[in-house]
């Protein structure tokens, strides 16, 4: 098959063309920086997450009986012996635990302590399995039958805290410093005999590592290359009956946008660090999309899909970000829909919705993550939205505990419903289909078609092109695409039920029920017409001028007001040059050398009082939006499609009423 060719017209629809051409005019790598594992073998990695401690009680002697959250918090690896049948069943290809090292209660502590000993977040002994979640024997035998289910085993690595009562290596070794965060380069040596001593002693396959950005970067090249060495001396027998090294994927978890994932996991092009991190931008873009975000914002569309996709060019070359819907720490999705008052479990949407977002993720190129229960819409009943901060984490309905719910295993915890059952079916189905097309998990990615109500996707990889259509609306509707715009002369064929799609009058007719996907196989590839945006990041008028003098006056703001955000330079700070400073005619500005990348902000007063935002949460370069008051959970979204220096300007009335916020690039 011929992979198609691609040209540029120029139009004027908006893309982040701008990212995609900083990407290609990238340095080269080191050839070896990420090669074990591969690009292939991590992009292909269907995992499953699975909380410990809340999951399933297998062992009624090993039980905690309390934590965080609202399981029985009875779980234990024998619960999840029992359940890799199941999990198998599914089609992922790995699992990750939660920490299973000891934490041993210090005297006198805390029935909070008592929770957070529960979650193994906080380790005494990171060379014992928690006698309360089983022993040593039940660890080997849980890695051993998860190889011959054709699973990876992942562990939990908390690389930077630990409990203060904590027991030395089998060699001798301490971490050094605080106990959160621990001090490097000092605490590394130990941190490495943990890397490689379960790897050596279970076989597991790698590690996912808690709060990345507590280890300097240095650092986690030095445990990086401890994990892959590790990995190469030892080897087990695989599902097909041949002697493998484990895996070594290490998958970073931080938190925050685009440019600190970088900053703190990935490094730079040229001096590449760790190789995967979890992709959480991505994740807040899905959940918007198809429900509503813990802070009840939603709304979006396909554009705010492709937006969000886009922005991987941010990335270095190197990067695998992992998408995932949910964990351990977020509202399950589920609940987040009955948040945003969109759908419940009996209605016909809630179930449409769950199978957009993973279809999304199974079209995702990068490794992708299940939490356990996604695969069923799971959700913790009568949980839509916060109770009050002071009893929420002593009755586990806060946003960060709840999700950590009892899981509902077909056969051995809970009977489906038919509803369960059926989304169950057709995400084992989805897995099955992105194991057989490497397209999906492997491809190269071009935006074709992105609105308020259609995502459309092509991609290739080797001899295979497709592409990948999602409706992001709650309504029926029919697309009609071009054969020059999918790179397509010929039939579709429907990858999941083999119909055929052929041209009428030259056009393909693209029919999409709400919320359904459709993956296309391309079977006669042609040349692929990429339209390329003109689009200007200046406004015009006052607002967008870099010049305007500085009045010696304050306005009608009686308070200094910052731009404060997530960005690099400030980290939701109020620094000095992100000060506003006034301008005349109601207008405030500063100006910023700013780093491309997408961002979320208010426009505050160091007090929080007052506080300002866009009324439509979202500004784009060279527009004009209204300006409202702020408040928490109502941030702006920025897109900086290309670095270099920013004006950002507010107004407001004679009295202070907020009136209008621009950002424009200074020309």
């Known amino acids: 098959m011929i992979k198609p060719t691609y040209s540029l017209l120029t139009t004027g629809v908006l893309s982040l063309s701008l990212f995609a051409s900083q990407a290609q005019s990238s340095p080269a ?12 073998q991590t992009n292909e990695l269907r995992t499953y997450q699975i909380m410990v401690e809340s999951f399933v009680d297998g062992d009624n002697k090993a039980n905690y009986g309390d934590g965080y959250g609202t399981s029985h918090h009875n779980g234990d690896l024998q619960g999840i012996i029992n359940s890799l049948d199941y999990i198998q069943s599914l089609g992922v290809n790995a699992i990750w635990l939660t920490p299973i090292f000891a934490s041993t209660p210090i005297e006198g502590q805390s029935h909070w ?35 011959k289910r054709g699973l990876y085993v992942f562990f939990d690595g908390v690389f930077g805290h630990h409990k203060s009562n904590i027991v030395p290596s089998p060699s001798g070794l301490t971490p ?19 890397a490689s ?19 300097p970067t240095q650092d986690w090249i030095k445990l990086k290359n401890t994990v892959q060495q590790a990995s190469k001396s ?39 660090v760790l190789c995967s991190a979890f992709d959480f931008p991505m994740r807040y873009r899905l959940v918007e999309t198809f429900a509503v975000n813990e802070n009840g914002i939603g709304e979006r569309g396909g554009d705010w899909l492709a937006q969000g996709m886009d922005l991987h060019s941010l990335y270095p070359k190197h990067a695998r970000p992992n998408l995932m819907l949910g964990n351990h720490d977020l509202v399950r999705f589920g609940d ?14 809630y179930w449409q919705r769950h199978l957009a977002a993973i279809s999304f993720m199974t079209a995702y190129t990068g490794p992708i993550t299940l939490y356990y229960g996604d695969e069923i819409g799971d959700e913790v009943a009568h949980f839509s939205d916060k109770v009050p901060n002071d009893i ?29 059952t059926q989304l169950k079916q057709q995400v084992t189905q989805l897995m099955a289909l992105r194991a057989a097309n490497p397209v999906l998990s492997q491809g190269e990615r071009l935006s074709i078609l992105a609105t308020q109500d259609v995502y459309i996707d092509h991609k290739s990889y080797q001899d295979q092109s497709m592409i990948f259509v999602l409706s992001t609306s709650n309504k029926p509707q029919t697309i009609t695409l071009k054969p020059e715009q999918i790179g397509s002369s010929g039939t579709l064929v429907d990858m999941r039920s083999n119909e055929n799609i052929d041209p009428i009058q030259g056009d393909y007719q693209i029919t999409l029920l709400p919320f359904s996907a459709q993956f296309l196989s391309i079977k006669q590839p042609t040349k692929l017409v990429v339209k390329k945006a003109q689009v200007s990041l200046s406004g015009n008028g006052f607002l967008a001028q870099c010049d305007n003098p500085t009045l010696d006056e304050t306005g009608p703001i009686d308070k200094p007001l910052y731009v404060v955000g997530d960005f690099t330079d400030s980290g939701w700070k109020h620094v000095a040059a992100r000060q506003f400073n006034y301008k005349g005619k109601g207008v405030y500005q500063v100006i910023v050398d700013e780093q491309a990348g997408s961002y979320r902000m208010q426009y505050a007063s160091k007090d929080w009082k007052p506080q300002f935002t866009s009324a439509t949460l979202e500004v784009s370069a060279g527009k004009t939006n209204q300006l409202k008051y702020g408040g928490y959970g109502k941030d702006t979204a920025a897109l900086i499609p290309e670095s270099g220096k920013y ?21």
């Open 113 to 147: 302590d008592d929770k957070l000993d529960a979650t193994g977040y906080f380790a005494s002994d990171y060379f014992k399995i928690d006698p309360k979640f089983g022993t040593l024997e039940q660890a080997k035998s849980l890695v051993e039958e998860a190889h």
């Open 176 to 194: 050094h410093g605080p106990n959160n965060p621990v001090s490097y380069p000092q605490s590394l040596p130990f941190y490495q005999e943990v």
């Open 234 to 272: 030892v080897m087990y027998k695989n599902q097909q009956g041949q002697q493998v090294h484990p895996l070594g994927y290490m998958v970073a978890e931080i938190w925050n946008n685009q440019n600190y994932i970088t900053e703190h996991g990935y490094g730079s092009k040229e001096h590449p």
């Open 392 to 420: 929420c984490a002593a009755q586990g309905w806060c946003d960060d505990h709840v999700a950590r719910s009892s899981a509902k295993i077909e056969g051995l915890t809970a009977n489906l419903t038919t509803q369960q």
């Open 647 to 667: 004006v950002w300007s507010l107004q407001f009335s004679d009295s202070g009423s907020p009136k209008k916020i621009m950002l424009s690039k200074c020309k």
């Open 29 to 40: 790598i080191p050839s070896d920086a990420c090669q074990f594992p591969s690009a292939a």
């Open 336 to 349: 987040l829909l009955q948040r945003g008052y969109i759908a419940q479990p009996k209605d016909e949407s």
């Open 197 to 215: 001593y379960w790897i050596k002693e279970l076989k597991i396959d790698g590690w996912r590592l808690d709060q990345a950005y507590q280890v």
